[in-house]
């Protein structure tokens, strides 16, 4: 790809659209934590930018190279040989349901349904800035253009629930195909402590590990879900109606196998 391409696509789009979306930034309970967050993330951008000036060779977008950014103990790594296929920004709700028959009921999961967008050569290229974007997006609502507030990302497609314990995300639009992934939770963490809350204060949803199962296409064999943002259900459903969502963003990242397995 042409550097000039790589510049625009992944970097200065990011600023164009900043005037604009101005209009979709969510009012939040904690607006200093979420200036510090979106300015985390403009920072960043900010020396990428004065980088990219001073280099004259094109920085290579090579997804296999991108890493992950979780410890080991964290939860497990992904199997040896498995490589990265795509990643993907998420931007949406978690779903929850909640007895208000009962006073001390808790919350149930129902799922989530978000927009992903392809963050695989931010992940392979800028991985710093990648794992401030959650952090950034939770903050902005996707708008009817598809546009993830001030990050010009390309949507790759959509993550919903099948029922409440499958998760689907469907990797296919208009002009591409990367799949479709259909998982099962094998292992999970909580967040690390740092990480961004969402627009009420709420924690950040666990970090997991999906194995797949039937249904997925084009060899992806696992999906993790880490730099989370948001989305965690308050604790008891005190003042909570029936059903509610929570918005969260975080990024998805998708192995496949080496081989055929
Ligand atoms: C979109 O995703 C595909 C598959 O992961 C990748 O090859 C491509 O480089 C990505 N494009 C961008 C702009 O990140
Ligand atoms: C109310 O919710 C609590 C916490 O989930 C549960 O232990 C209890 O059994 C529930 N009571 C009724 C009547 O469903
Ligand atoms: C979650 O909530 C959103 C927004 O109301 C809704 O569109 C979606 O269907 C819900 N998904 C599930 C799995 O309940
Ligand atoms: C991760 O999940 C797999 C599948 O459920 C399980 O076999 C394995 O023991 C889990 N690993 C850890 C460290 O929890």
Request: with cysteine; hydrophobic share 40%; glycine share 8%.
């Amino acid at each position: 790809m042409q550097f000039s391409t790589i510049l625009f696509s992944t970097l200065a789009v990011v600023a164009s659209a900043a005037p604009t979306s101005r209009a979709s930034f969510r009012e939040t309970t904690d607006a200093s934590d979420a200036l510090e967050k979106v300015s985390d993330y403009f920072n960043l951008l900010a020396n990428k930018v004065q980088f990219a000036r001073i280099m004259d060779q094109a920085p290579a977008c090579d997804v296999s190279r991108a890493q992950m950014p979780i410890a080991p103990e964290a939860l497990p790594a992904p199997a040896a040989g498995h490589r990265v296929h795509h990643v993907a920004v998420g931007r949406g709700t978690q779903n929850y349901t909640c007895d208000t028959s009962n006073s001390t009921a808790v919350p149930a999961a129902q799922g989530a349904v978000a927009v992903l967008f392809n963050a695989s050569c931010i992940a392979a290229l800028y991985p710093d800035l990648l794992q401030a974007i959650p952090g950034m997006a939770v903050h902005f609502t996707v708008d009817e253009a598809q546009q993830l507030g001030p990050a010009g990302l390309q949507v790759s497609g959509h993550h919903y629930f099948i029922d409440n314990t499958t998760p689907a995300f469907d990797l296919s639009g208009p002009d591409h195909d990367f799949g479709m992934y259909i998982g099962k939770k094998a292992n999970g963490t909580d967040a690390p402590t740092t990480a961004a809350v969402g627009l009420g204060g709420e924690k950040a949803v666990p970090w997991l590990r999906l194995g797949s199962i039937e249904g997925t296409t084009q060899n992806m064999q696992e999906v993790y879900r880490v730099n989370t943002a948001g989305g965690s259900a308050p604790a008891t459903c005190a003042g909570q109606p029936e059903s509610f969502q929570i918005e969260y963003a975080t990024v998805y990242w998708f192995f496949e196998g080496a081989d055929e397995e």
